[in-house]
């Protein structure tokens, strides 16, 4: 799965288009290096999202296509 819909499909950012953006301006890291929007997401990756002078780490424990609201927390477990 792509890295911008992943990070909307899991909800750490709430529209693709604004992940698209936070890729594009380097804002958004996977396992310790800058990423691309089509970098593909798997299984164990470490994505680290700049917001400001806020910083969230999150290690990538599911990817799936679609997933309900209250189940997105098994998505990711924050770091």
């Not at 992943?6 to 992940?19: E, G, H, N, P, Q």
């Amino acid at each position: 799965m792509r890295l911008d819909k992943y990070l909307k499909v899991s909800r750490l950012i709430k529209r693709r288009t604004v992940a698209n953006e936070a890729c594009d301006a380097g804002r958004v890291a996977v396992n310790g290096k800058p990423a691309r929007a089509s970098y593909d997401v798997k299984v164990g990756d470490v994505i680290e999202i700049t917001f400001g002078n806020k910083t969230v780490k999150a290690e990538v424990t599911k990817v799936a296509e679609a997933v309900r609201k209250e189940e997105t927390a098994e998505m990711f477990r924050l770091l």
